[in-house]
């Protein structure tokens, strides 16, 4: 997300490259560059101007310390602006009511459904809520059941009226349902239309009178850029909202949206939601966003999701097989299940300060591991516990029942072989299991 304006930016701070200092002649092209990167990007012009004017007047503010080239102090001095800009800090929903009562709003096709069902799971996995979704878009005839799929998928009850064409009833219904079986919040998924009408307007107004949400989450595709942010200023006019979701942020590779609906509607990003699958869900921190805009990484969410994945039993199993050099192909495939259940592995690769720009450009598919999962699969249960009986003939077989080349399956077992003999070393040096410990193989 974001690839074209973070190498405009990238590339308008290189124009200080080899400046000694920064100065009023040396920092115009650079600023005028950043300001034409993010007007590219689908930012209002009057933003981009108001956020390039005080880029230049920190920067002409600033002493350049002989540590630190001009360069480097304008790469500062934009992240922190992008942090400004995108909102400062997270924000956290509202969940102290009981039961809490969350509305979600926005167009039809900007994700409302899914996003109510991986919020759903957000708060039942993570903040420990027994939720209820509720289904009261009465107009898009495969939205209950779309609701009530994913409701199927993570284990969350739906409620929902079919035969009933009151929106506002509906709603009033499930709240006395959720009070009745002790749900303690209760989200609300309404109908969309394809562009702000009347109609949409009242019967998402209504219902918000009728049970008094304590949370209104407009649904947004990011990829749409100003458009969103025109239509978020309609709601917000509307309903009041008390936060945004960005959605399909994993196809934005402008990132306008992003950058200036918090400034227009003065509420707050809470969500970013990228992919189908119903754990693809973040709670929305511009100074991490700010950050993999610039090409820094973001090393935190990356730890967060490796410890979302972390089971301490499991890995003390593994640490312990490891130590005694007996880590096999049952366990590799294990970890690359963990690691898939992470995210995109492009998205990943991003998070790795310095790793994003180098994989820019590269076509990573997701299913990088399906070749590999293909060739453990063909060995027997025994061949994959003891990878050192694997012959000449066993790999001529795997290679069959993978649909892989012999090279394939010899580069692998070569490049396996290298990093149990890494383990190995590490488990020899001093310190060992702190190492593993590190890699995250063990607590």
Known sequence: MFESLSERLDSAFKQLKGEGRISEINIATTVKEIRRALVDADVNFKIAKDFTDRVKDKALGEKVLTSISPGQLMVKIVKDEL???????????????????????????????????????????????????????????????QLKVLGGQIGVEVYAEPENKNAVQIAENAIKEAKAKGNNVIIIDTAG??????????????????????EILFVVDSMTGQDAVNTAKSFNERL?????????????????????????????????????K?????????????????????????????????????????EKKIRQNKFDF???????????????????????????????????????????????????????????????????????GAGKDIQDVNQFMKQFEQMRQMMKMMNKMPGGGKGLKGMGMGR
């Open 83 to 145: 942090v400004e800009l995108m909102g400062n800090t997270e924000v956290e929903l509202d969940l102290k009511t009981n039961p809490t009562v969350i509305l979600i709003a926005g167009l039809q096709g900007s994700g409302k459904t899914t996003f109510s069902g991986k919020l759903a799971n957000f708060l039942k996995t993570k903040k420990n809520k027994k939720p209820l979704l509720v289904a009261a878009d009465i107009y898009r005839p495969a939205a209950i059941d």
């Open 193 to 214: 239309r394809l562009a702000v009408d009347e109609v949409m307007m009242t019967e998402v107004a209504n219902i918000k009178k009728a049970v008094n949400p304590q």
């Open 240 to 276: 009041d909202f008390s936060g945004v979701v960005l959605t399909k942020l994993d196809g934005d590779t402008r990132g306008g949206a992003a950058l200036t609906i918090k400034y227009t509607v003065q509420k707050p990003i809470k969500f970013v939601s990228m992919g189908e």
């Open 278 to 318: 119903l754990d693809t869900l973040d709670v929305f921190y511009p100074e991490r966003m700010a950050q993999r805009i610039l090409g820094m990484g973001d090393i935190t969410t990356l730890v967060e999701r490796a410890q979302a994945q972390f089971d301490e039993e499991q890995a003390k199993k593994l």
């Open 330 to 400: 049952d366990d590799f495939k294990e970890q690359l299940g963990q690691i898939k259940k992470m995210g995109s592995l492009k998205d990943l690769l991003g998070m790795i300060p310095g790793v994003g720009k180098a994989v820019k450009d590269l076509d990573i598919s997701d299913d990088a591991f399906k070749g590999i999962e293909a060739m453990i699969n063909s060995m027997t249960p025994a061949e994959r516990a003891d990878p050192d009986v694997i012959d000449g003939s066993r790999r001529k077989r795997i290679a069959k």
